[in-house]
């Protein structure tokens, strides 16, 4: 089964190639690369795309906390166990949260705790060209989209957080064309763009091999006075000093290096970065990621250690995080 004739990502690529001109000609070549590379994740979800093909439109608020979808028709009985039947094979459901008319997706992740800590920074995003990177299922990319920016690239390897993103477009009326959520990572998109006004690099840094290859990479990225939106894991420690676990972080295995607050500040700065303004240092807890019905069946609270919340489960320090602007 060719995946890409159900995943069309044409109207987005028009909209940005009218937009940008050359610049993205490799990236419809990426696109349909990643959806036709052998993935059996693409048909286990696609049933959640195509059962629910034929209910009827639902419009979308992005503009609040919980980003809702209300019918613009009754739904029946029926159609409702099929949404629900569709949620159900697309679980886990970690970054939220979504109401979908009557039915509250509540995510592993209370996204809209970091959300405000980012609006805080940033300000608004008002006809900005965006990236975001390791955008999961897409909702920062709709939160974004309620500041009308010019366009919001999101990008996501997960097939599981693509389908996610896209059974909330096949629902919807009629899908924006100046928002997707690709299925790409970084590496493939192209070199040399210098078209993005912002950034978001969240949840990622500390998944990456080379961290330092990974902020060049955005710095080439940006357009003129450009900003990057770095959230990441820190721990405390002088400048020079970062934490590499032995062998898992809060039970992640793939955990490379946690800077110090200092350190990445320096990483930022050796990478060519300007006007670093750091955020307050957030320890997550149990309020902001926690075990719901929607989501995997562990989470933070189970990665902690049971007799002091201050460490993980390992003995590392517990997480806690931190937002950074950095321009170029």
């Known amino acids: 089964m060719n995946i890409s004739n159900f995943l069309d990502y044409k109207d987005f690529i028009q909209h940005i190639q009218h937009t940008y001109s050359d610049k993205w000609n490799n ?23 195509t059962n629910v093909a034929n ?47 009557d039915i509250n997706l509540d995510t592993e992740w209370r996204c ?21 990177i390791g955008a999961g299922n897409g909702y920062y990319a709709w939160r974004i989209l309620a500041d009308r920016p010019a366009t919001v690239c999101a990008i996501e390897p997960s097939v599981l957080s693509i389908m996610q993103y896209q059974f909330i477009q096949t629902l919807i009326a009629k899908p924006v064309d100046n928002l997707a959520v690709l299925p790409l990572a970084l ?26 290859e990974h902020l060049a990479k955005i710095k080439q990225l940006l357009a003129p006075n450009g900003k990057l939106i770095l959230e990441t894991l820190v721990v405390d420690g002088i400048a020079g000093y970062s934490l590499m676990p032995k062998k898992t972080y809060a039970k992640m295995r793939n955990v490379w290096f946690i800077p110090s607050t200092a350190t990445l500040q320096l990483w930022l700065e050796r990478c060519g ?27 933070l609270a189970d990665c902690l250690d049971p007799h002091n919340s201050e460490l993980t489960c390992e003995g590392y320090p517990a997480p806690k995080r931190v937002i950074i602007i950095a321009s170029v």
């Open 187 to 212: 590496e493939n998109i192209p070199h040399g763009l210098n078209i993005f006004d912002k950034v978001l690099s969240m949840g990622v840094l500390y998944h990456r091999r080379s961290p330092i």
């Open 27 to 49: 990236l419809a070549e990426s696109i349909l690369y990643a959806l036709n590379a052998p993935n059996g994740n693409w048909q286990k979800f696609l049933p959640a795309i």
């Open 273 to 299: 970065f300007k006007d670093i303004i750091i955020g307050d240092t957030i320890t997550t807890t149990a309020q902001e990621q926690r075990v719901t019905t929607w989501s995997s069946p562990l989470s």
């Open 55 to 101: 209910i009827p439109s639902f419009t979308i608020n992005y503009h609040q906390d919980v980003i809702s979808l209300e019918p613009s028709a009754n739904i029946t009985a029926t159609h409702k166990e099929t949404i629900l039947a569709a949620l159900q094979l697309l679980k886990p459901w970690r970054k939220g949260p979504f109401k979908i008319a």
């Open 112 to 132: 809209e705790y970091k959300w405000h800590r980012v609006k805080q920074l940033v300000g608004s995003f008002k006809n900005d060209t965006v990236l975001d």
